[in-house]
Structures are given as C-alpha cells and as structure tokens.
C-alpha cells in the first residue's frame, strides 16, 4: 500500500508539471497515460497484489489518480483549442473556409411550383391530402362505384393488410376532402405524389407527380373553366401558345374534356414527340358531375364547378425537353444540375 501511494503520488508530480507543444506531444500524453496500455491502467492491475484489508484504500487511491489525470488531459486539450500551436500546424484562423456544394432544386419541384405560383396570381390556394388513401375518396366519392369498369383506367396499388386501404392513383382524392369541408367559394390546388401499377419505361413510372385543380361556387361555367386554362399554358408556355379541347370522359365529370397544347418541341409543324399531329395533351378537366358534388354534401342546385387534373413530369418534359421520365428519379446528379431556378 506505502508502495502504492509512493508510485502514484511519483506520477501525480510528473504529469502535474506536463506542458504539451503541439499535437503530437498531446496525443503522446493520451497514449503514455490514458491509452489502453497506458500507465492509469497498467498501475490499476497492481490492484491484484494489494491486500484484502487494503482495498477500499487502494481502489480510492487509483480511481482518484484515473480522474486526476483525466482532469489534466482536458485541461491541455481545452488550452490547445483556439490556440497556435506550433508554427499554426493546428488552427489557423484566417485559412479560407471549405467551399460547401450548393445544390439545386429538382425540375420537377421548379416546374409544380411554377404551376403554383401562376394559380395563387388567381387566388388558389394549396391544399394537401394524404397518400395513403382510402377506397372512397379515391374512387366512390368521384363516381366511380365498386365494379365500375373505369377503375380498370388505373392500376391500383392496394394495401396488404386491408384492401379498403390503397396509395392514391391520383390528386382528385384531394377534391373530395376539400369539398367535404364544406366552405365555398372554394379554389385549391392540389399537388402531390400518386402511385400507378405500370411498367416502368421511358413515358411512364408506378410513382408521378399530379396537380389538381377545382373551384366550386355558384354559378361556375365551363367559359370559366376555359379561360382559368387559357390564362395558365400562356403564363407557363408564352403568348405564342395555341390550345384546343376535345371532348373525353371522365367519371367525376359533365361534361369532360382534354386539352392539347401545340408542340413546344416541332412549334406544331409535327415531330415524334407529338406524333407528328403538332399537338400535345397536357390535362384532363370538366365540370365537376353533380353526384360527385353530392357525395360530398354540396347541393348541386346551387353550387357548380370545375376540376382539372395534369402530370408534372410531362409538362417538365415538355418544358425542358427531356426524353426519358426515368431520368426525374435516379438522382444523377449532372442531370439534376442543370436545372437552376430561383423558385
Ligand atoms: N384524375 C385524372 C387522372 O388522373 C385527371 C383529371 C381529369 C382530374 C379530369 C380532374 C378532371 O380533376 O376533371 O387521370
């Protein structure tokens, strides 16, 4: 035990009177006393010699020599931060900072928000649901009872655990839980995320982007509708761009309609990307059936509205000119660099 005291009261001196110089004098003071064959744990093996009646002592003797010594590591450490050691081997102030790669924003977020912001100039406002979605507000609540043939439009993704449960195949679920809230005039658009069973190829992936539009209030015509459409394609395409409907089908709307813009890629004069006809579909849209409106507890007599629904990724194709949708979710980025935006 004398022995004991003796050796630690040795080291105590000699640590005590340490100074360090530079990094590797730290670290050479770590490993001699802290280190895993470092003195703190070599002397706390002399445990084992000490007599029984002696251990308490000893045990508080070492475990007090351990944190003493700790205490002093800390103290160099703490005095070699901000300090410049050795000929600013360490830390240098004034070296220029690392230069931080700053990214870009996705063309498919630049192109949904530019869709955004041309709908807010007109006083919509964005609302969001859920992608997990259930079998109503996907499909029943739009008119599109079970076993009605057009559910075979899209290929759904059901839930394993319950088929009620599915992710959305598409924006239009948003409609219906806006309308249920029951407060009009209503003007939302809804972006966001939807999920289809398809192959995966150059035109079509089983995850896309959708942004739906609906405006319910009284007395909403499809002149309305149309003009809401001609006002967008020209602040998103230029003045220059020409527009027609043609009349289509959808479930949750009477009567409905698709619209074409001329082909941003041949101006119209026809090419493979619009299969040299010189147009374009870009959306689906109609004035929102009376029943869907029904569903949702809206009296139909007295309130009227539209609805239209268009693909991201297609409009940013067209935008951009790119060819392969796959590109959109690879996340390569000398793609994804090249699309600088302010929004
Ligand atoms: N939900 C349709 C789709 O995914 C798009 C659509 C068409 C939305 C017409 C609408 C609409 O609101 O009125 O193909």
Redesign the pocket.
């Known amino acids: 035990m004398e022995q004991l005291s003796a050796q630690v009261e040795h080291y105590k001196r000699e640590i005590a009177g340490t100074i360090v110089a530079n990094k590797d004098e730290l670290e050479n003071f770590r490993i001699k006393y802290l280190g895993t064959k470092g003195l703190v744990k070599s002397i706390m093996g002399e445990m084992k010699s000490v007599a029984v009646e002696n251990k308490k002592a000893a045990g508080q003797l070492l475990n007090e020599f351990k944190l003493f010594t700790e205490a002093k590591y800390e103290e160099l450490v703490s005095a070699a931060i901000g300090k410049p050691l050795n000929q600013g081997s360490e830390l240098d102030l004034s070296l220029p900072g690392a230069v931080l790669p700053i990214g870009t924003r996705h063309p498919i977020s630049i192109v949904q928000n530019k869709i955004i912001n041309i709908f807010r100039s007109l006083g919509f406002s964005v609302a969001e649901g859920p992608e997990v979605e259930d079998d109503w507000h996907n499909f029943s609540a739009l008119n599109l009872p079970e076993n009605h043939p057009a559910r075979d439009m899209q290929d759904t993704f059901y839930l394993n655990e319950s088929p009620a449960w599915l992710l959305r195949t598409?924006t239009?679920s948003v409609?219906i839980r806006e309308m249920q809230k029951g407060k009009f005039p209503l003007r939302i658009i809804c972006p966001g995320r939807v999920y289809r069973n398809e192959t995966i190829s150059a035109r079509a992936h089983c995850f896309f982007n959708?942004v739906?539009g609906l405006y319910i209030a009284e007395q909403v015509s499809f002149a309305d509708l149309k003009q809401t459409l001609y006002f967008f394609v020209q602040e998103m395409f230029g003045e220059d761009i020409k527009v027609r409907f043609r009349p289509s089908y959808?479930p949750?709307?009477e009567p409905?309609a698709e619209m074409d813009i001329s082909c941003l890629i041949c101006g119209g004069t026809g090419c493979s990307v619009c299969k040299k006809t010189g147009w374009v579909e870009i959306l689906?849209?109609?004035m929102v059936h009376p029943k869907v409106l029904e569903n949702c507890g809206i009296d139909s007599d007295k309130y009227t509205g539209f609805?239209?629904?268009m693909g991201i990724e297609r409009i940013t194709m067209l935008n951009y000119q790119i060819k392969d949708l796959r590109l959109f979710s690879e996340n390569d980025v000398r793609f994804l660099a090249q699309f600088k935006s302010a929004l």
């Open positions: 598409h239009s409609q959708q739906e959808f949750f709307t409905s689906g849209c109609g609805a239209f629904g």
